[in-house]
């Protein structure tokens, strides 16, 4: 869950035109390239960005994907600490790197069809917006590494929600 923001916060376009290049770097990724400053449904408008990665991911196979992944995740965890430090706020609306990592956990190893892919986002949104023991409780560890964990569980969830799904139902 978002919070509403403490009166000792920083604007986000203060913050980026006052920060140094290491920082402006992390307020850009944490952002997912500004998809986080829009006025309505960031979260879901980050986790449509995190489309194109998705395919990209999609097309490198288990190993460099797994490895990709775990880079991707260790990268966001630290831009998102950064900006919440930096922005005074802690898990604020505008870092969606968080949906980015949890749409690319929900569909890793899955075939990238259009039906993976939707049913892949609607799953991840259910279980990013529900979210259903223990994902809650990751949310509540510090930094970064709370304000992405928790997605990133809810992408593992929405994954084994699809391939249930497949089992039970076929298709894809």
């Given at each position: 869950?978002?919070?509403?923001?403490?009166?000792?916060?920083?604007?986000?376009?203060?913050?980026?035109?006052?920060?140094?290049?290491?920082?402006?770097?992390?307020?850009?990724?944490?952002?997912?390239?500004?998809?986080?400053?829009?006025?309505?449904?960031?979260?879901?408008?980050g986790s449509l960005a995190a489309l194109p990665?998705?395919?990209?991911?999609?097309?490198?196979?288990?190993?460099?994907?797994?490895?990709?992944?775990?880079?991707?995740?260790?990268?966001?965890?630290?831009?998102?600490?950064?900006?919440?430090?930096?922005?005074?706020?802690?898990?604020?609306?505008?870092?969606?790197?968080?949906?980015?990592?949890?749409?690319?956990?929900?569909?890793?190893?899955?075939?990238?069809?259009?039906?993976?892919?939707?049913?892949?986002?609607?799953?991840?949104?259910?279980?990013?917006?529900?979210?259903?023991?223990?994902?809650?409780?990751?949310?509540?560890?510090?930094?970064?590494?709370?304000?992405?964990?928790?997605?990133?569980?809810?992408?593992?969830?929405?994954?084994?929600?699809?391939?249930?799904?497949?089992?039970v139902w076929g298709g894809g």
């Amino acid at each position: 869950m978002k919070s509403t923001p403490p009166s000792d916060t920083v604007p986000f376009g203060k913050a980026y035109r006052e920060a140094s290049l290491p920082v402006r770097a992390a307020l850009v990724l944490s952002s997912w390239f500004g998809v986080g400053r829009l006025p309505k449904a960031p979260g879901t408008f980050g986790s449509l960005a995190a489309l194109p990665v998705v395919l990209l991911m999609s097309g490198l196979g288990p190993v460099v994907g797994a490895v990709f992944l775990v880079v991707f995740v260790g990268v966001a965890v630290r831009a998102a600490g950064i900006t919440e430090q930096v922005l005074g706020q802690r898990d604020p609306g505008v870092i969606v790197v968080d949906e980015v990592a949890g749409m690319l956990v929900a569909l890793y190893l899955l075939p990238a069809t259009w039906g993976f892919l939707a049913g892949g986002f609607f799953l991840f949104r259910l279980f990013d917006i529900v979210k259903p023991f223990p994902i809650r409780r990751l949310e509540r560890l510090p930094g970064g590494v709370g304000v992405v964990l928790d997605d990133v569980l809810a992408g593992v969830f929405a994954n084994l929600a699809l391939r249930i799904g497949v089992s039970v139902w076929g298709g894809g």
